[in-house]
């Protein structure tokens, strides 16, 4: 069975403050990814990676960086967090070359 | 990039009732489309997906099709029951192999 979890299911932070939201899979996948999810919006990519030390920008990457260092592990960072980058934040992975995403439970981000 | 555009935004049916759910895509060149059921408070999970090589896949009581032509498809859920209640999202993966979603389909079946 696919487990994908996330460091943090809530986390309060405030603004300027850098913030890590660290993904981690353990079925070997080399895809992962970093959404985030807005009511009205659906969700977004951020950023993903199809390999370790490789990244790409998603759709809505500004104010947002990442890292894999190692396979099973994913990071977003948030250089300098923003009101505006309140939201719940949500990892998935796959099998590369399979089409079907695992979600983690996902981070709501709070940043006041 | 590939723009999808999904409706209703929400969506009230009777228990029993069936419930269509529509998405639309702008990419020619997308090829798989997944549809995800996110349950309060949880991770969302595929339920069904269909190629593009196809043009109807059915699962006991959910199904989507596919036309290509006009670039649209739907989920249609028959028999609906309370523990469908979700949001539902669409997705649609073109040659990048990214997914674009919907913006998510609020489904209440009321008892």
């Not at chain 1, 309060?12 to 992962?32: A, I, P, S, Y």
């Not at chain 1, 990814?33 to 009205?40: A, E, K, N, V």
Request: charged letters at 25%; a neutral charge.
């Amino acid at each position: 069975d696919v487990k994908v979890t996330q460091s943090s299911r809530y986390l309060v932070k405030r603004t300027g403050e850098k913030v890590f939201l660290e993904c981690v899979q353990d079925m070997d996948h080399e895809n992962m990814f970093w959404y985030r999810q807005d009511p009205g919006l659906g969700l977004r990519l951020i950023y993903f990676s199809y390999d370790v030390k490789m990244k790409e920008k998603g759709d809505i990457p500004e104010g947002y960086s990442v890292s894999r260092e190692k396979k099973e592990r994913f990071s977003l960072i948030l250089e300098s967090a923003s009101t505006n980058q309140t939201s719940m934040y949500l990892c998935a992975s796959r099998v590369a070359g399979d089409d079907e995403q695992y979600f983690g439970p996902g981070t709501r981000l709070t940043v006041t | 990039g590939e723009n999808v555009e999904q409706h209703p935004s929400t969506l009230s049916v009777q228990e029993g009732d069936s419930a269509v759910i529509k998405c639309t895509y702008s990419d020619s060149a997308s090829n798989y489309f997944p549809w995800y059921k996110q349950e309060l408070g949880k991770r969302p999970q595929l339920i069904i997906d269909i190629r593009s090589n196809v043009g109807e896949k059915k699962d006991q009581r959910i199904a989507v099709t596919l036309n290509k032509t006009a670039k649209h498809f739907s989920l249609h859920i028959t028999e609906t029951q309370p523990e469908d209640s979700a949001v539902y999202f669409c997705g649609s993966s073109g040659s990048a192999r990214q997914l674009t979603f919907g913006s998510g389909t609020q489904l209440t079946v009321l008892p």
